[in-house]
C-alpha cells in the first residue's frame, strides 16, 4: 500500500486526491488546503482529512468552524510520496519535502530543472523507477507526447508543428475575465511548449506556437508531423487506436467542437465531465505527401490525472509501467487498448 499526500487541493489536487482513493494500492492520507472555504467543506464531508500549511490558516480554520487533522509536517510524516499540486510553488515546497526524506510528484507549472526529469507514463514510465522526484508535465504536454508518441513510434517523425488555442482560463478563474480577444501568447515564437515536449521526447524536433481564446474547457491543437514512413490515413489513426489514453472522435457522429466532447463527458457520467485522454477528430486525420495532419484536443483540468497515478507507482512500487497504466485505466473508466 502506498501512502500518498496531497500538497494543495485545486483544480488538479482534487482531481489526484479522487483518482488516489480509487486505487487498490493506495491510501490517500490527506490534502493540504488554504482556504477553509465551500470546497474544504465538501473535502470534509467526502472524509478526506484536510492539513493546513501553517499557523495562520490554522487559525483560520478554527474561525471558519472547519476541521483539519494536522499541519504538513504531520502530513509528510504519514506519506510515502506527496503529490504538489500547488500554484507552481514546488521550489519552495521541494526541500520540506526533501528534509522529511519523502518522495515527490510535482506538476507541469514547475520548471523541468526542479525534478531533472519530466513524466508521461507511455514515454517514461520506465526510467522513472526509484526515482525522488518526478515532474509530470503540463496538460499541453501531455496531449502532444501521447500522440506525437503514437505517431513517431509508427512512422518516425522528423519534424512536428502544432499551433495550440488555449482555454484563456479555468471555469472558477472569474478574476481573468470576462475577455473579448484572441490574444497572441507569446507574440515571440516559437512558443515554450515545444521545448517542453522536448523535456519529454528528447530528441523529437517540434516547434509550437499558442494563441490564448476566450473558452474555459479545453484547449485545441492544429498538429502537423513530417513523417519518414508514407503511412496512408488508416495505418495513422490505427497507430493512435492502439496508443494508451487517445480517443479518437468523429464530427460525424456529433463532435463538432470540444462543447460536445465535455458534453459527452457529462453524458458517460465521467467524474467533473473529465476527459482524461487525449482527444484526435478522426476525421481531421490527413495525410498530405509525408505529413500527418490533425485536431487534437486537451481537457486541461483532467488529462495529467492518469499520469500522477502512474508517476506516483513509478517512483514507489516495482509495478512495470503497462500494468500501472492498465490499472489506472481501469480505475478511471479509460479505455485501454489490448
Ligand atoms: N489548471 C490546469 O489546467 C492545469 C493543468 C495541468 C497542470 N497544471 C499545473 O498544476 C499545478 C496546480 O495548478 P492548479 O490549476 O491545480 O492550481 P489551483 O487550482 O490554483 O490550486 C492550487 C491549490 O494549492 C493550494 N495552495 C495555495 N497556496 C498554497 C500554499 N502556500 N501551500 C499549500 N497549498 C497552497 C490552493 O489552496 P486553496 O484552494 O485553499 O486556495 C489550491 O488548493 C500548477 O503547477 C499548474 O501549472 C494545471
Known amino acids: 500500500m502506498i501512502n500518498v499526500g496531497i500538497n494543495g487541493y485545486g483544480t488538479i489536487g482534487r ?29 470534509v464531508q467526502k472524509g478526506i482529512p484536510l492539513y493546513v500549511p501553517n499557523q495562520e490558516v490554522a487559525a483560520a480554520f478554527d474561525r471558519a468552524g472547519v476541521p ?16 504538489d499540486a500547488t500554484p507552481e510553488l514546488g521550489a519552495e515546497y521541494k526541500p520540506v519535502f526533501e528534509k522529511h526524506g519523502k518522495k515527490a ?31 509530470v508535465v503540463s496538460c499541453n504536454t501531455t496531449g502532444l507526447c501521447r500522440v506525437l508518441g503514437a505517431v513517431d513510434s509508427g512512422f518516425g517523425i522528423t519534424k512536428a508543428r502544432a ?23 507569446p507574440v515571440s515564437l516559437p512558443s515554450h511548449h515545444g521545448p517542453d515536449v522536448q523535456s519529454v521526447m528528447k530528441s523529437l524536433k517540434i516547434t509550437t506556437m499558442a494563441i490564448k481564446v476566450p473558452v474555459t474547457h479545453m484547449h485545441l491543437h492544429s498538429l502537423i508531423a513530417t513523417v519518414r514512413g508514407r503511412p496512408t490515413e488508416e495505418e495513422v489513426i490505427g497507430a493512435l487506436e492502439s496508443a ?19 458534453d459527452w463527458a457529462r453524458e458517460v457520467g465521467r467524474p467533473r465531465n473529465d476527459v482524461f485522454e487525449a482527444v484526435v477528430w478522426r476525421d481531421s486525420v490527413t495525410v498530405v505527401d509525408d505529413e500527418v495532419y490533425m485536431f487534437l484536443g486537451v481537457h ?18 516495482e509495478v512495470p509501467a503497462e500494468e500501472s497504466m492498465r490499472t489506472t485505466d481501469a480505475t478511471l473508466g479509460i479505455r485501454h487498448p489490448t
Open 15 to 43: 482531481r489526484v486526491a479522487d483518482a488516489v482513493a480509487a486505487q487498490k494500492d493506495m491510501k490517500l492520507v490527506g490534502a493540504t488546503k488554504v482556504k477553509p472555504d465551500y470546497r474544504a467543506r465538501v473535502a
Open 68 to 83: 483539519y487533522a494536522g499541519d504538513l509536517s504531520k502530513l509528510l510524516s504519514e506519506v510515502d510520496v506527496v503529490v
Open 105 to 135: 510528484i510535482f506538476q507541469g507549472g514547475e520548471e523541468h530543472e526542479l525534478t531533472g526529469f519530466s513524466f508521461v507514463a507511455q514515454v517514461n514510465y520506465t526510467a522513472a523507477k526509484g526515482r525522488k522526484y518526478v515532474r
Open 163 to 185: 499551433v495550440l488555442a488555449r482555454r484563456a482560463a479555468d471555469p472558477d478563474e472569474v478574476s481573468k475575465g470576462p475577455i473579448d480577444a484572441i490574444v497572441p501568447d
Open 244 to 262: 494508451p489514453r487517445v480517443m479518437l472522435v468523429d464530427g460525424k457522429a456529433g463532435f463538432k467542437s470540444t462543447a460536445q466532447v465535455i
Open 300 to 317: 486541461q483540468e483532467a488529462i495529467v490525472t492518469p499520469e500522477n497515478i502512474d508517476a506516483i507507482r513509478a517512483v514507489a512500487s
